[in-house]
């Protein structure tokens, strides 16, 4: 404690230099907390389940060549021979592939003729195998029959009568209620009745704030062209995947036909995500290591300055300790101030990304952490120049007398 007062007026007589060092942590840390908050919402997107098994599923896009192609009955054909290749767990047809970046939404009510109040949700045509297929959790109700699937061409309209949905879309329809048995409606009278429920699958955009609203419709629709989904044995993907193409227009050669894994369209919708995670990374690394350099610098200036008044101190009884502490206490001081300045600047910084870039909030916790990295990254930066100090000799005191 009784170092306090010299510090205090050394740092007086430098003050330029202590604040600007001081400014550089507080935007350090300001820059850097909101970094981690945002890299932690990108690893907490890109790592949640999907609820499908993506790494045992194969899509396959078949597109007919001749303009009056029975697809239906040629989907019919294609499932059927996927389904007993060798190492084949099931295969599915569906409008879209999910977790693609594609596919189509609607809004769904409790109520007939509702025109406010409903909840959006991505929406799949597919068949009674569609769960199996994908790896889905059935976690109330039952599954699609093929008494209940309906073929029909693109211009047709019908109404369809039963539906699975997720738990997410089903809390959000029907909270705290069994949503099994009970109607939706997509904004007529008809209700289409929910049959079951499955756990999780995030649907066709990981982006999409509505992500998890799914629900599946047994359709299928006559359309030029046609998804395929295939689930292998585990380990098992890439031997089907050599097969496919060639088993398929050894069936029907007047289809062109595209087969690509399911990992690979994960890989396509968070590439952006994976990206900012490892530029904002980068960016924090950089900060951290240019903060130091200055402290570094700016430490080794100081001692220089002062290796006389280090000399008489050493020459008074002071002891190597003494001296590092002193430089240690010194830099903490300053490292204190910018902590200050910096917490209150990202939380200020925050609030203006959370209200106009919709980014995430941050916390306490997180700001704490980044504060004590930050004055750690100081301590550091700052030892080994004050190791240096202690070894200044007493004799420096008496060399410019």
Known sequence: MLELKPMLSALWRNKISA???AMQLALTLAIISNIVVIVQDRIGKITRPTGIAVEEIIAINVMAIPQDYDMISAASSDLKLLRELSHVKDASVTQQVPLSQSGSAGVF???PNQEIGGVVSN????DPHFINTLGLNLIAGRNFTDVEMQYFDPNEIREMSVAIITKQFAEKLYPNQDPIGKPLYDGNNHPIEIIGVVERHLGAWVGWS?????????????????NYLVRTESGKRNDVLKVLEEKLSERDPQRVIKTKVLTEYVARSYARDNLMVKVLSIVAAMLSFIVALGIVG??????NQRAKQIGVRRALGAT???ISRYFLIENGMIASLGIAVGS???LIANQYMVRDYSQPTLTIAPLVVCALLVLLVSLVAALAPALRAA???PATATRSI
């Open 344 to 346: 209150a600047a990202a």
């Open 123 to 126: 929406r799949y045509n597919t």
């Open 298 to 303: 700016l430490t080794i200036f100081w001692i």
């Open 19 to 21: 604040m600007l060092i």
């Open 391 to 393: 070894n200044i000799s």
């Open 109 to 111: 009510y409790t109520q």
């Open 320 to 322: 190597r300790t003494n």
């Open 210 to 226: 509505n992500a998890g609203n799914v629900a599946f419709f047994p359709v299928v629709r006559n359309t030029q062209d046609i």
